[in-house]
């Protein structure tokens, strides 16, 4: 055999290889039945029936081709578990929530086209202003107001003083302390807190 021989010879042997290759690295489609009961795919497409993912976005996350996308559509006990999914997603409140979340995001666009307008009056922008600083807090003014334990005694009665506790919820180190009382003020032993 001379080298042109050999060369063409393994030409075709590289290409029927990467043919084979080719074959076994495509992604089989997942059987319906099994995606049936897939309760994110079926989120997925509920998701996508109003509107939150695109079909693209689908179709990529689960590699369908073209033929396995239709006959998504034809499967009627996968569209009635969809049409559960939305229901039960509309009844829990998670539809409004992902929609309301999608939609906020434009917010601070828009609140920046206000106050950059050189059109706007300067109280809305002022107030749009104002709501991007509300929007961009993440500090300490941001923090949700804990709860609080208040006791408070009054010793006013017996010539005493009004003893405050003022703590959170959760004990801090520093709650730790002891406050102690003249044990000759009768009724009134030492205590701690």
């Known amino acids: 055999m001379n080298a042109q021989d050999e060369i063409e010879h393994l030409k075709r042997e590289v290409e029927r290889l990467q043919k084979a290759l080719g074959e076994r690295q495509q992604l089989s489609a997942p059987s319906l039945p099994s995606l049936r009961d897939n309760y994110e795919f079926v989120s997925d497409l509920a998701r996508f029936s109003e509107g939150l993912f695109t079909e693209a976005a689908v179709r990529k996350k689960y590699h369908f081709d073209e033929s396995t996308w239709e006959s998504l559509g034809k499967d009627d006990a996968l569209v009635e578990r969809i049409e559960a999914e939305k229901l039960q997603r509309i009844r829990n409140g998670s539809a409004k929530r992902e929609k309301a979340?999608?939609?906020?995001?434009?917010?601070?666009?828009?609140?920046?086209?206000?106050?950059?307008?050189?059109?706007?009056?300067?109280?809305?922008?002022?107030?749009?202003?104002?709501?991007?600083?509300?929007?961009?807090?993440?500090?300490?003014?941001?923090?949700?107001?804990?709860?609080?334990?208040?006791?408070?005694?009054?010793?006013?009665?017996?010539?005493?003083?009004?003893?405050?506790?003022?703590?959170?919820?959760?004990?801090?180190?520093?709650?730790?302390?002891?406050?102690?009382?003249?044990?000759?003020?009768?009724?009134?032993?030492?205590?701690?807190?």
């Open 101 to 193: 979340q999608q939609h906020i995001v434009k917010g601070p666009d828009i609140l920046n086209d206000i106050m950059s307008d050189t059109k706007a009056s300067p109280k809305h922008k002022v107030d749009a202003i104002k709501t991007l600083d509300a929007l961009a807090a993440n500090g300490p003014g941001a923090a949700p107001e804990q709860d609080r334990v208040v006791i408070r005694i009054d010793l006013t009665k017996g010539g005493g003083d009004v003893i405050e506790f003022n703590r959170s919820v959760r004990p801090t180190p520093s709650d730790a302390k002891l406050i102690e009382h003249d044990s000759s003020t009768p009724g009134l032993p030492g205590f701690a807190i």
